[in-house]
């Protein structure tokens, strides 16, 4: 299959990701949980991990390295499933992270952490959207391309660190991404060894 067929299957992907953004405007956030507070009060603000954080952004074009057009599609189906939960969830219970953004220092990155940071999103998904996309794709590109598996699984790793050392989520939106994205995973493994 080549790049530009690809791509033109990836775009409507791409698109619904970005409606992630969409929801802010439609639901405010309520306060968070205590005990979610308590917790994430204690693991400390990591600054630099601010940089795996945007790994996100390039591994949301790692599909275009599935050739294979059952494999694409099946990543597209089940990425596209596995979003409308996450935003089903999130206008369900849109919880706000101001009081641990706020546990953010001064730092040498501080501008990177303001990309992210807009004044009309102080709630952010449960479970992680980015967690959940990198995790999937880098456990199927570890499938796909073994000799590079430790390199895929590292960058999907770190931005499930990422998420929670910069205080961007909650560290159960984190936890909840990565077993969604094993999940998704599970089930794209399973359509694909039913095809071959």
């Known amino acids: 299959m080549s790049l530009i067929e690809r791509i033109k299957l990836l775009i409507p992907f791409w698109v619904f990701s970005a409606c992630y953004f969409l929801i802010p405007f439609i639901r405010s956030p309520i306060p968070a949980p205590q005990f979610l507070i308590n917790i994430d009060t204690v693991i400390p603000f990591v600054w630099w991990m601010i940089i795996p954080y945007y790994f996100y952004y390039i591994i949301l074009f790692l599909p275009l390295m599935l050739s294979d057009r059952t494999k694409l599609k099946s990543f597209i189906q089940i990425a596209t499933i596995l979003l409308l939960i996450s935003y089903t969830v999130f206008i369900i219970w849109p919880i706000s992270c101001e009081k641990i953004l706020a546990t953010r220092t ?15 999103l102080y709630q952010n998904a449960f479970p992680s959207i980015h967690v959940i996309i990198s995790c999937m794709v880098c456990l199927i590109l570890g499938y796909e391309f073994s000799r590079q598996r430790i390199l895929y699984w590292v960058g999907g790793g770190s931005v499930f660190f990422a998420t929670f050392f910069i205080k961007q989520h909650f560290l159960i939106d984190s936890v909840a991404g990565l077993i969604l994205g094993c999940i998704g995973y599970y089930f794209w493994l399973k359509k694909i060894k039913e095809v071959i």
């Open 106 to 120: 001064d730092n040498p990155l501080a501008w990177m952490h303001g990309m992210i940071t807009f004044p009309w």
